[in-house]
């Protein structure tokens, strides 16, 4: 009851988020005409699912987006740099990011290099659907972070490089620099978690932009991460 409260405090009458996500699905439409808008749900799960796709609805938990200071979010389940995804503003770029994961699908390989060029495919997807929020919104960093991703492109590559990580199907090695995470191990202590993803969404802008006849629906039908990376 207490949370079914908040969260009507909260959202009143969710028409902010209504016309971003109206928004959002006419750049899906552009994009995907072939594809069925899905009908948007929002729903409380007691924290258990932020967002999902599943058979043309998108589902979205409302007591995900409650503020990152919000006290009943336990600190032991949902650390800082998660909590701070958790309110209005990031509401809209992470239901339209399940709806990109769901365009673009998973890996077809283990190595870093599939995963970093899916996860860049699922980036610039969002860019498309939602490119009027700031680039830390879609990434979940903090301004800083992405700033110091934006000047350290080469150090990351000479990090993965190094360290041979590209080709790594080692989950150990690559998980936090794909996955949520404070920070990115063996890189400077500024370098958030998932340097992995922004660098395989520069990957993918380049490729895009050196194949300007491809469009959003061929990319994602690229299966090949190392053809894009050679391209």
Not at 28 to 47: D, L
Not at 80 to 100: F, W
Not at 194 to 205: D, E
């Amino acid at each position: 009851r207490h949370l079914i409260d908040t969260v009507d405090l909260v959202y009143g009458d969710f028409e902010l988020e209504k016309q971003e996500l109206e928004e959002a699905f006419r750049f899906y439409k552009h994009y995907f005409p072939e594809k069925e808008t899905p009908t948007v749900v929002t729903y409380i799960s007691e924290y258990t699912f932020g967002a999902f796709t599943y058979e043309g609805i998108l589902g979205i938990g409302l007591d995900f987006f409650l503020g990152q200071d919000y006290p009943l979010y336990d600190p032991n389940v949902f650390p800082k740099y998660i909590r701070r995804t958790m309110d209005r503003a990031h509401l809209t770029s992470r239901a339209m990011e399940a709806v990109a994961n769901e365009l673009v699908g998973e890996p077809r390989g283990e190595k870093l290099l599939d995963v970093m060029i899916n996860n860049g495919k699922i980036l610039y997807v969002l860019d498309a659907l939602v490119p009027h929020a700031p680039d830390s919104i879609k990434l979940g960093y903090s301004a800083a972070e992405t700033e110091w991703c934006e000047a350290n492109e080469l150090q990351m590559w000479t990090h993965f490089l190094g360290e041979d990580l590209l080709y790594s199907a080692n989950l150990r090695d690559i998980r936090k620099l794909v996955d949520h995470s404070p920070n990115s191990p063996g890189m400077p202590a500024d370098a958030p978690g998932r340097t992995a993803n922004w660098t395989g969404w520069q990957i993918v802008k380049a490729f895009m932009k050196r194949n300007p006849e491809i469009t959003l629906s061929q990319l994602i039908d690229v299966t090949d991460a190392q053809e894009i990376l050679t391209k």
